[in-house]
């Protein structure tokens, strides 16, 4: 067969046409981080043509992607930008946004460079104060971008952020079209409102356990169990059992807490914990058959101190929060102040992931102590939310409670804390029964006694002692108690212009958590151990006295 000059010419005009002008581009781009590559990254890959552009990555087209996962898809024609996040294998949302992309402004800058073949361009904008540099090219006739960023500007093939964090084209394949499982999706797909697509996917990101859901604390024989709920103490301790998924090692834990007055107007103590059940004689025996149950502990200062400390047959409570409810938030609101607008809740939130071991695949009875009088009490709501983290080393694999002052039983014949007017103070005999690498004591501490001469209100130093030496030695003390005055609305007021919230204490706030310390105890051998706490506590006037809550739990590996 013949061909004229003609023919071959006009030939190989559409195929250098076709070349230069592809029909889509599949580009696959790299991340570096200060230099470096990162590793195990996930390459970013967009697909573009002149419809659409699609973002997505190696891991989902291969299928290998841990939900939740997302993709992006700007549609040329109406200048959207449309988000889907996988949320399971069997829930999928969609939502549209028809402003960013016009909204996009940029300086022009006269730089140029050349990546894979192609010249760039150089445009720079500024987003929530970082310095975005993008290099694009008009060469390739398409336009895309690694992310939303710069997509109407060209081929985007560089994304340079703040010059430590870069985005950069590894390889452009020209495709005769983009794939039909990437492409665009039906038009027909439904859609919601953005600040909720962006809270369903924050949440699939993580596994949140409700444990209570606006329960009442309270002061009240008419407080019951139910089916789902145990109550104690007149209603002041409630109690739930709880199954705890398999947690990756390393994952981070938090529990998070929202109380608000349901008629006490008075700050009060507060504990989340978790009840071990790993002796013969657990916490639960106390609250079922009464606290004289629970193994009894004396320094000699003539009182009974019930359940507080360990002994062979019996582990007592371990504190996952220690929070401090506010004066009368929300209940008391109507009581205004000029300029002054309260706060609708408190909201504590901790992270727990060191005491992982006594929560990780089990079922156990977690619970919440509020110490009150009141018939109304208070109203809270407690979650568990468990954060799969890309370090796989756990903070610790031991958590064994040593003591837990905190008279959760109050209402129930579990008396205060006031072992540290002797002496001997609080001291804990115990066995372990394998060594313990790098222990640490989580102690929480705060001291009480309510009037000017209460330890609530008094500078007094906590000195741990592990085997006769001294631990650790610390005042603890807070001095930031009037952030919290919008929490406290029932706060009385004093003519010196502050209010009772404003007051310094030891170690707590009205409206606050208490932070655990972490005191150093060296590597543990196998065998008998003895731990003292000991504090001056004030003395007793008429019918005030001071009193410590002190919990402590030893971690380690």
Not at 21 to 45: C, D, H
Not at 210 to 225: L, M, P, T
Not at 350 to 366: F, G, H, K, R
Not at 524 to 551: C, D, M, Q, R, Y
Request: glycine share 6%; net charge neutral; hydrophobic share 35%.
């Amino acid at each position: 067969m013949k061909y004229s000059i003609l023919s071959i010419l006009l030939a190989f005009s559409l195929f250098a046409t076709a070349q230069k002008n592809p029909k889509a581009l599949k580009i696959t781009y790299s991340k570096r981080y200060n230099g470096k590559p990162i590793e195990e990254q996930n390459p970013i890959i967009i697909f573009a043509d002149a419809n659409q552009t699609v973002l997505t990555s190696k891991e989902i087209i291969s299928k290998k992607a841990i939900f939740p996962y997302e993709e992006s898809f700007i549609e040329r024609k109406t200048n959207h930008y449309i988000q889907t996040a996988k949320l399971s294998p069997s829930k999928e949302i969609f939502t549209i946004d028809s402003l960013s992309l016009a909204n996009q402004t940029f300086e022009f800058l006269n730089d140029t460079k050349n990546i894979l073949g192609y010249n760039c361009k150089k445009a720079k904008t500024i987003v929530n104060s970082n310095t975005i540099e993008i290099w694009y090219t008009n060469d390739a006739n398409i336009k895309g971008a690694p992310s939303i960023l710069g997509q109407n500007l060209g081929l985007v093939l560089e994304v340079n952020r703040n010059n430590n964090f870069i985005i950069t084209a590894t390889e452009v394949e020209k495709l005769k079209a983009i794939p039909q499982n990437v492409s665009l999706p039906n038009a027909n797909f439904p859609t919601i409102d953005l600040l909720s697509y962006r809270d369903f996917l924050w949440k699939a990101r993580f596994t949140t356990i409700k444990i209570f859901e606006n329960e009442v604390i309270n002061f009240s024989d008419a407080s019951k169990s139910n089916d789902s709920i145990l109550r104690f103490g007149n209603g002041t301790i409630i109690l739930k059992k709880v199954k705890i998924p398999k947690i990756t090692p390393g994952s981070q834990i938090y529990i998070d807490l929202t109380e608000q007055s349901n008629g006490d107007a008075y700050d009060r103590t507060g504990s989340v914990f978790v009840m071990p059940m790993d002796s013969k004689i657990s916490f639960l025996d106390g609250l079922q058959k009464g606290a004289k149950t629970l193994p009894s502990y004396e320094n000699g200062n003539g009182k009974s101190y019930l359940g507080m400390v360990r002994t062979e047959d019996y582990s007592p409570l371990i504190e996952l929060m220690r929070f401090f409810t506010p004066f009368g938030i929300k209940q008391y609101n109507y009581l205004q102040l000029k300029d002054k607008t309260w706060k609708e809740s408190a909201f504590y939130r901790q992270e727990i992931s060191e005491l992982v071991t006594s929560l990780d695949n089990q079922e156990v009875y977690i619970g919440t102590f509020i110490g009150n009088y009141d018939k109304g009490g208070h109203k809270i709501s407690l979650n568990l939310t468990i954060h799969t983290e890309e370090n796989k080393t756990p903070k610790s694999t031991i958590a064994f409670p040593i003591f837990n002052s905190t008279n959760v039983m109050e209402m129930a014949g579990q008396d205060y804390a006031t072992m540290f007017n002797n002496e001997k103070g609080l001291e804990v005999n115990f066995t372990l029964d394998k060594d313990i690498k790098n222990a640490k004591l989580r102690y929480i501490t705060t001291g009480h006694g309510g009037w000017e001469n209460g330890d609530e209100y008094l500078q007094k130093r906590n000195t741990i002692t592990l085997d006769e030496k001294e631990a650790y030695s610390f005042v603890p003390w807070r001095t930031d108690c009037g952030s919290y005055r919008l929490y406290n609305p029932a706060s009385g007021n004093f003519a010196n212009g502050l209010s009772s919230s404003d007051y310094s204490r030891s170690n707590w706030c009205p409206g606050m958590a208490t932070n655990p310390i972490y005191i150093d105890l060296g590597d543990l051998k196998a065998g008998k151990h003895t731990l003292s706490v000991k504090i001056p506590l004030g003395e007793v006037e008429g019918g005030s006295f001071s009193f410590w809550n002190v919990s402590g739990v030893i971690i380690g590996e």
